[in-house]
């Protein structure tokens, strides 16, 4: 696709109704990055996006992070990328650092079978001012009283609509970022992979969505297998969620 179509594609998203969208294989230079993100920011019906071998590198993981926290993506499929550890870990930290402040302030309870578990609830990080605006033009309607006077009546349902409402954020459910080239080789080295090992258990600890996570063909090494396993093993506790992680290199399990 050439940078026409993708201007287009971008203006376009805002009026579609897509839940999934797949260029896999397109090869994105900054520009066009640019477009499709612009278009996909606040779009809060796209559930599944797919860029997987179109060449984004590490400059790609701030806009991928910021397009997460402000959108309703939950599945996203990056495989065949160059993102390294800092494009990863820019891409990771927005929705670490969220998912780590909810989950500290809400404790665990306990949870329904495993066998049916939740589905991924779309992302409303704009919920508030959006419930305001339907509170104060719905809230209140002006009714007749059969002695000819008008009184106020709040309209049902909106009181209970407004409890159930909350504000929520970025929820991950699938992240696959198979060869992406993380690993203590590039610029930033060792403390780059530890940094960005920090940020990942951090969302598997946490997260209330997480479910699935591929990170195959990356050379992560030994000491960050055993501190994703320690993380899948803490985060596991009053959770039903079944967390995939596969490091072929290194560690392959299922919890």
Not at 50 to 58: A, D, I, N, Q, T
Not at 181 to 191: F, R
Request: with cysteine.
């Amino acid at each position: 696709m050439d940078l026409c179509s993708l201007g287009r594609l971008g203006q376009a998203l805002q009026f579609s109704s897509l839940h999934s969208l797949g260029l896999d294989y397109c090869r994105f230079e900054n520009q066009e990055l640019e477009h499709i993100f612009s278009g996909l920011e606040n779009y809060q019906k796209l559930q599944d996006l797919s860029l997987r071998y179109c060449g984004l590198g590490p400059q790609s993981g701030p806009w991928l992070g910021s397009v997460i926290c402000q959108s309703a993506i939950c599945e996203l499929h990056l495989d065949g990328n160059y993102l390294q550890c800092s494009g990863a870990l820019a891409l990771l930290r927005p929705t670490a650092e969220y998912t780590e402040m909810q989950g500290k302030q809400q404790p665990a309870t306990t949870s329904p079978d495993s066998r049916n578990p939740p589905q991924p609830p779309q992302a409303t990080q704009r919920g508030s001012s959006t419930l305001n605006q339907m509170t104060k033009s719905f809230g209140a309607v002006t009714v007749k009283t059969t002695s000819g006077k008008k009184k106020k009546k709040r309209k049902k349902g909106v009181k209970r609509k407004n409890e159930s409402l909350t504000e929520t954020g970025p929820s991950l459910v699938k992240l696959h970022l198979a060869d992406n080239g993380i690993d203590g080789k590039g610029k930033e080295g060792d403390n780059g992979l530890l940094e960005f090992i920090q940020i990942l258990t951090c969302l598997i600890k946490y997260s209330a969505h997480l479910r699935e996570i591929d990170l195959g063909n990356n050379v992560l090494g030994e000491m960050a297998a055993d501190n994703i396993l320690e993380a899948l093993r803490a985060g596991k506790t009053g959770r039903v969620f079944s967390i995939c992680v596969s490091l072929y290199q290194s560690l392959s399990t299922r919890f």
